[in-house]
């Protein structure tokens, strides 16, 4: 079974950076592609960034583009996304997943293709 855990959110305040950790459990993390995805209750969540399988590869929402940074080391089964000038609206449960679609090693903003999530860390950024 694959366990995600996100780790390092919290509280801060506008411009300010945080780093949040994605740990993954299970064997070949380093096939699969993975990503980021954020959710404000009441609202549908939403594609933030996605990383191939070895890292050469990522794709960013426009939101968040030249502001948060996904990379990952393989050798310690984890996944993390750098966010720098943060702003308000950045305010979210911010949750980590598995790529599982057909072209899984890749970076996808498609959120059905992913098939194993974690249970979220949340991030508030205060004005």
């Known amino acids: 079974q694959v366990q995600l855990v996100e780790s390092g959110g919290g509280l801060v305040q506008a411009g300010d950076s945080l780093r949040l950790s994605c740990a993954v459990s299970g064997r070949i993390f380093s096939s699969y592609g993975m990503g980021w995805f954020r959710q404000v209750p009441g609202q549908e969540r939403e594609f933030v960034a996605a990383i191939n399988w070895n890292g050469g590869s990522a794709y960013y929402a426009d939101s968040v583009k030249s502001r948060f940074t996904i990379s990952r080391d393989n050798a310690k089964n984890t996944v993390y996304l750098q966010m720098n000038s943060l702003k308000p609206e950045d305010t979210a449960v911010y949750y980590c997943?598995?790529?599982?679609?057909?072209?899984?090693?890749?970076?996808?903003?498609?959120?059905?293709?992913?098939?194993?999530w974690g249970q979220g860390t949340r991030v508030t950024v205060s004005s």
């Open positions: 997943a598995r790529n599982g679609g057909t072209n899984y090693s890749g970076a996808s903003s498609v959120q059905y293709e992913y098939d194993f």
